[in-house]
């Protein structure tokens, strides 16, 4: 059984990064693709960008191109996600999620999700 | 950039169907997901590649694809369906994911 495990809630000024992880168990880590995924209050589902952990190459939603940079950590099984130059409106909660890509399956496990809270 | 649209809100009352569609350029040549969302929580998926039911799904989920449109069809519908669903589909070149903006179910 797979399972996402997210770090905890942050708070963060305007301006400043906030990095958000996600710790993969069960499965074969190297074998995922990991997508980001956030939601503003009240608001839809957004998908920020994926990484193949045994290539380490990702990819970003043309939204979020050059403010976030999606790593993985295929020794500690973890996935991360930065966001730079942080504004109020990128207050949401932030998932991680396996990607299935080219097997089509869908985003199968989800993490539980971590809020982030941008306020001055 | 590529959007896919759903219709923000419906509503059945209990044991009848609820249809939900997604509409999308690319549907035609791009698989579409389906996942559930309850107050609080994380997304579920409900479907896959357009009409698969992932295990543990109950049987009342079903999918469909038509042209540019993806249906998700909820069969006798129960108090516990009421949800936030979201469509999902690849672009045309398969690079990027899209959400559709999500339809309120409002089981009355």
């Known amino acids: 059984q797979v399972q996402l495990v997210q770090s905890g809630a942050e708070v963060k000024k305007p301006g400043s990064s906030v990095k958000v992880s996600c710790k993969a168990s069960g499965g074969t880590f190297s074998s995922y693709t990991i997508s980001w995924v956030r939601q503003a209050p009240g608001q839809g589902l957004e998908w920020m960008g994926r990484?193949?952990?045994?290539?380490?190459?990702?990819n970003y939603a043309q939204k979020f191109q050059g403010r976030v940079t999606i790593t993985a950590d295929k020794s500690t099984s973890t996935a991360y996600m930065e966001l730079s130059s942080l504004r109020s409106e990128d207050t949401a909660v932030y998932y991680c999620a396996r990607d299935t890509g080219g097997d089509d399956y869908g985003f199968d496990y989800w993490g539980q999700g971590t809020l982030v809270t941008v306020s001055s | 950039s590529y959007e896919l649209t759903q219709p923000p809100s419906v509503s059945v009352s209990p044991g009848q169907t609820a249809r939900i569609t997604c509409s999308g350029d690319a549907l035609p040549k791009q698989y579409a997901y389906w996942y559930q969302q309850k107050p609080g929580q994380a997304p579920v998926l409900v479907i896959y590649k357009d009409s698969e039911r992932p295990s543990g799904i109950p049987e009342r989920f079903s999918g469909s694809s038509s042209g540019t449109t993806v249906t998700l069809t909820i069969s006798g519908v129960q108090a516990e369906d009421e949800a936030d669903y979201y469509c999902?589909?690849?672009?045309?070149?398969?690079?990027?994911?899209?959400f559709g903006g999500g339809t309120k179910l409002t089981v009355l």
């Open positions: 999902q589909s690849a672009d045309s070149s398969g690079t990027c994911w899209v």
């Open positions: 990484i193949i952990p045994i290539l380490g190459i990702a």
